[in-house]
């Protein structure tokens, strides 16, 4: 148990579906990650939000839209998705500040995305 | 941030110490040497990180040269647990409140029973 949870753990959509993956920390943190991990590659950072400002956006197509409504949640809406977007999404988190130093990410189990 | 170049596999019997090298020959005099791990299917968990003094926690112990080209990363009693892909990551001290971490390919380390 990490204090970061994402739901859901599997998810299987056509490619005209549109879903969400949420997720949630309970660490108190004021930043939040997302990313990718395609089979048999490195892990992809999409998005970065600090202070619930998207201050992250790696090129990632407008197909995946983040929202971040408060620090302690994180959300990814998916729609109009393609077969190779299948991969494991990550959440993660940190507490970070100019006076805090480097902190570790926290990571959750992650989501596993199927796109038929 | 400094690139790092590590072993793609190894494997370690367990019960043994587990030694994982990285090379980071460019580090600068500011930048941490960070250790995560992600088992099979699951986030990368953070393990240890260092500047310049070796460092230990429950987890791992971390021995980093002094010229700090280099580093290793010791699981001292390998179990079949710590089986996972093990990322060895160079930062400077955050500046902009927020971090943008790259993962590599890391190694990928077997506990062989």
């Known amino acids: 148990e990490t204090g970061v949870t994402q739901t859901p753990r599997h998810l299987v959509m056509g490619m005209t579906n549109k879903k969400s993956l949420k997720c949630e920390q309970h660490?108190?943190?004021?930043?939040m990650y997302w990313y990718k991990q395609s089979a048999k590659k490195p892990l992809e950072l999409m998005f970065v939000?600090?202070?619930?400002?998207?201050?992250e956006n790696n090129s990632v197509p407008s197909r995946f839209s983040p929202e971040c409504p408060n620090s302690s949640h994180l959300f990814l809406h998916l729609h109009t998705l393609q077969p190779e977007d299948s991969a494991l999404y990550l959440c993660?988190?940190?507490?970070?500040?100019?006076?805090?130093?480097?902190?570790?990410?926290?990571f959750g189990e992650g989501s596993r995305l199927t796109v038929l | 941030d400094a690139k790092t170049t590590q072993p793609p596999s190894m494997d370690c019997a367990e019960g043994r110490a587990a030694n994982l090298p990285c090379n980071h020959s460019t580090i600068s005099g500011n930048e941490y040497v960070y250790w995560y791990r992600q088992i099979h299917s699951q986030g990368p968990q953070y393990i240890i990180h260092g500047l310049k003094n070796n460092e230990t926690n429950e987890m791992a112990s971390l021995i980093i040269t002094e010229d700090r080209k280099s580093s290793t990363l010791i699981l001292p009693h390998a179990t079949l647990r710590d089986t996972a892909v093990y990322y060895c990551?160079?930062?400077?001290?955050?500046?902009?409140?927020?971090?943008?971490?790259?993962f590599g390919i890391g190694t990928k380390l077997q506990v062989i029973p």
């Open positions: 660490l108190g943190h004021n930043a």
């Open positions: 939000y600090s202070l619930e400002e998207r201050v």
């Open positions: 990551i160079v930062r400077a001290r955050n500046s902009g409140g927020y971090q943008k971490v790259t």
């Open positions: 993660a988190s940190s507490q970070d500040g100019l006076a805090g130093g480097l902190r570790e990410l926290f």
